[in-house]
């Protein structure tokens, strides 16, 4: 992405904070074997431009990534999450947690202010860390994670499988869900079954509770059910559905942890 283009982007995203234009749809987590049992519901970043342009997460969560905002535009996320979690007392939600959240202690410490002052809802509450912290960053997420998991916040490792070392993030990261990555699922080769076998079995050495993401056909849905998954995500079940985008235009997140 070009500089000014960059720019741009890091300025819109901030001013779409600030405005309030930023919300979740949400996504639920269904058992395997009844689709009816939802574990949770997790929430996808939108951002609604000012002519009122909806953009999804997979469209501008490149930016917070690549502009170093994305520590801000996760805790304004899990502000957002927490407000609709008060206002729904039967829901439970899961919120992304960049690498950057847990990259130092600053950071940490930053995030750990905010989930301990919501921790009154931490049961309903489960903390999506990606597989992709770096060895140099597990001893600073560790901590972070486990004293989340005290407060009452469950953890789930997302896109296992695609991060810098599986085994070390089963044996590093404290965990109560894996999430299998989209790809193990929707793998097209003859050999996709029996991956998604391993994978599942690897997965369920560290957590009780193994999703399979991505599941967009009945024959995914049963090739996870047949590699022992407990749960499963993805459009065949549950088409992400759009609750009202709160008015946040005061929020001191963006206002004051955005550069």
Same mark, same amino acid.
């Given at each position: 992405?070009?500089?000014?283009?960059?720019?741009?982007?890091?300025?819109?995203?901030?001013?779409?904070?600030?405005?309030?234009?930023?919300?979740?749809?949400?996504?639920?987590?269904?058992?395997?074997?009844?689709?009816?049992?939802?574990?949770?519901?997790?929430?996808?970043?939108?951002?609604?431009?000012?002519?009122?342009?909806?953009?999804?997460?997979?469209?501008?969560?490149?930016?917070?990534?690549?502009?170093?905002?994305?520590?801000?535009?996760?805790?304004?996320?899990?502000?957002?999450?927490?407000?609709?979690?008060?206002?729904?007392?039967?829901?439970?939600?899961?919120?992304?947690?960049?690498?950057?959240?847990?990259?130092?202690?600053?950071?940490?410490? =930053?995030?750990? %202010? &905010? @989930?301990? /002052?919501?921790?009154?809802?931490?049961? *309903?509450?489960? $903390?999506?860390?990606?597989?992709?912290?770096?060895?140099?960053?597990?001893? =600073?997420?560790? %901590? &972070? @994670?486990? /004293?989340?998991?005290?407060?009452?916040? *469950?953890?789930? $490792?997302?896109?296992?499988?695609?991060?810098?070392?599986?085994?070390?993030?089963?044996?590093?990261?404290?965990?109560?869900?894996?999430?299998?990555?989209?790809?193990?699922?929707?793998?097209?080769?003859?050999?996709?079954?029996?991956?998604?076998?391993?994978?599942?079995?690897?997965?369920?050495?560290?957590?009780?509770?193994?999703?399979?993401?991505?599941?967009?056909?009945?024959?995914?849905?049963?090739?996870?059910?047949?590699?022992?998954?407990?749960?499963?995500?993805?459009?065949?079940?549950?088409?992400?559905?759009?609750?009202?985008?709160?008015?946040?235009?005061?929020?001191?997140?963006?206002?004051?942890?955005?550069?």
């Amino acid at each position: 992405m070009k500089l000014e283009k960059l720019d741009n982007a890091i300025g819109g995203a901030i001013r779409a904070m600030q405005h309030g234009r930023i919300g979740f749809s949400l996504q639920q987590i269904n058992a395997v074997d009844d689709s009816s049992k939802i574990l949770y519901s997790e929430c996808l970043g939108r951002l609604v431009e000012p002519d009122g342009m909806v953009r999804t997460s997979g469209e501008f969560l490149a930016i917070p990534e690549e502009s170093g905002i994305a520590p801000a535009f996760d805790r304004y996320l899990l502000g957002l999450a927490f407000d609709w979690l008060a206002r729904h007392p039967s829901a439970v939600l899961g919120c992304n947690i960049s690498a950057e959240n847990v990259a130092d202690e600053q950071a940490c410490t =930053v995030l750990y %202010d &905010l @989930l301990s /002052s919501h921790s009154a809802v931490a049961t *309903r509450m489960i $903390l999506e860390v990606r597989e992709n912290l770096p060895r140099t960053m597990l001893s =600073v997420a560790v %901590d &972070l @994670l486990q /004293s989340a998991r005290v407060l009452g916040y *469950r953890i789930a $490792l997302d896109e296992f499988g695609t991060g810098y070392s599986t085994a070390d993030s089963l044996m590093f990261i404290p965990v109560d869900i894996v999430k299998i990555d989209a790809s193990f699922a929707q793998h097209r080769r003859g050999e996709a079954a029996p991956i998604l076998c391993h994978m599942v079995g690897l997965a369920s050495c560290a957590a009780s509770t193994v999703v399979v993401e991505g599941i967009e056909t009945y024959g995914q849905l049963e090739a996870a059910k047949t590699a022992g998954a407990t749960h499963v995500q993805g459009f065949l079940l549950s088409e992400p559905t759009l609750p009202p985008i709160y008015s946040r235009a005061s929020n001191a997140l963006a206002r004051s942890e955005t550069p």
